[in-house]
């Protein structure tokens, strides 16, 4: 039979997890923005060097 205490004692370990779950994945997901930008600014730039370069 689980008690009162070890019953507290395992949510507050479900919770932290949770949390640990959801900050992790938070992180994975700005990476993941954060080289998306880059390479859209990196096509960006590319493509204007490419007409700077016709231009003369």
Known sequence: MV???TKKAQSAIEYAVLIVI???A???FSVYLKRASQ???RDAADAYGGMMQYEK
Request: hydrophobic share 50%.
């Open 3 to 5: 008690d009162k205490k």
């Open 39 to 41: 390479g859209r600014m």
């Open 22 to 24: 959801i900050v992790g």
């Open 26 to 28: 938070l992180i994975a």
